[in-house]
C-alpha cells in the first residue's frame, strides 16, 4: 500500500509565477490536509478537504491560495503570484474515514523556493 | 489561539542514553495527541494518545498522556544513532466535522555514537 504521495518534491518559481501542488492520499483515504512548514517553524495547517468539499480553510492566506479535492485525481494545493515568504515545505496528509480519522499520515513534502 | 509547546528545543545524548522529550498544550475541543518523528522527509506516525495515564509502548519508545495537567511526554531508552531525528508532537481538536493538528516547534535529538 503507497503511502501519500507528492509532487514535485522541489520546486523553484520567480516571484509572481504560480506554484501548483499535487498530493495523492493513501489507497481508501478521503480525507485530505495540507500543512506549510516554514524554517525554524512548526507545522501549520491550512486547509482540510473531502472529496470536492473544503470543510475547514481556516489556516489558508485569504489571498492567492486556494486548494481543491476534485472527484477524480489529487488534491492540489495552488498558489497564484508567488512571493518570497512562501517558500517552505508543504505538506499533505490523509486520513482514512471512521474510528481511524484521528491518524494523520504524512507525505514526503514538497519544498517550494521562490527567488 | 490553539498552543503546543515542545521541550527541549534540542538535545544531544551518546548512544545508550534515556531521553524524555515533553509536550504541553492549550487546545479547544482537544480530542488527541500524536507524536511523529521527522528525519529529513515526511513526519512519521508515532502514537496516538486520547486517555489520560494510559502508556503507549513501540520497541524502545513510550509515551504517556496527562489531560488534566495538558501535557505528554516521549521516552526513547537506550537510544541509537538512527534516533536522531526531530520529534514532533501535535494535539488534534475537533470542532464539529473538523480534525486539525496543532503542532509544537519540534525537539531535535542527535544521538552521538
Redesign the interface.
Known amino acids: 500500500n503507497a503511502?501519500?504521495m507528492q509532487n514535485p518534491r522541489h520546486l523553484v518559481r520567480r516571484r509572481g509565477q504560480e506554484a501548483r501542488l499535487r498530493c495523492s492520499p493513501m489507497k481508501g483515504h478521503s480525507?485530505v490536509?495540507w500543512?506549510r512548514q516554514l524554517p525554524?517553524?512548526?507545522?501549520?495547517?491550512m486547509v482540510?478537504l473531502q472529496k470536492e468539499n473544503i470543510?475547514?480553510e481556516?489556516?489558508m492566506p485569504k489571498e492567492r491560495f486556494s486548494a481543491e479535492f476534485p472527484k477524480e485525481g489529487p488534491s492540489i494545493l495552488r498558489i497564484q503570484q508567488v512571493v518570497r515568504g512562501d517558500s517552505a515545505a508543504y505538506?499533505c496528509?490523509s486520513?482514512p474515514t471512521g474510528v481511524l480519522?484521528?491518524?494523520?499520515?504524512?507525505?514526503?513534502?514538497t519544498r517550494l523556493l521562490v527567488l | 489561539e490553539d498552543k503546543v509547546v515542545q521541550s527541549p528545543l534540542s538535545l544531544v545524548v551518546h548512544e545508550g542514553d534515556t531521553v524524555t522529550l515533553n509536550c504541553s498544550y492549550e487546545v479547544t475541543n482537544f480530542r488527541s495527541l500524536l507524536w511523529y518523528k521527522q528525519e529529513k522527509k515526511a513526519p512519521t506516525f508515532l502514537f496516538m494518545l486520547t486517555s489520560s495515564g494510559i502508556e503507549k509502548k513501540s520497541g524502545r519508545l513510550s509515551s504517556i498522556l496527562d489531560k488534566k495537567e495538558l501535557f505528554s511526554i516521549l521516552n526513547i531508552t537506550a537510544t541509537q544513532t538512527g534516533d536522531s531525528a526531530v520529534y514532533l508532537c501535535a494535539a488534534l481538536n475537533s470542532g464539529g466535522s473538523n480534525y486539525k493538528l496543532t503542532f509544537g516547534k519540534g525537539t531535535l535529538l542527535t544521538v552521538n555514537p
Open positions: 503511502g501519500v480525507h490536509y500543512y525554524e517553524e512548526g507545522l501549520k495547517f482540510y470543510i475547514d481556516s489556516g505538506f496528509a486520513s480519522r484521528e491518524t494523520q499520515y504524512f507525505g514526503p513534502g
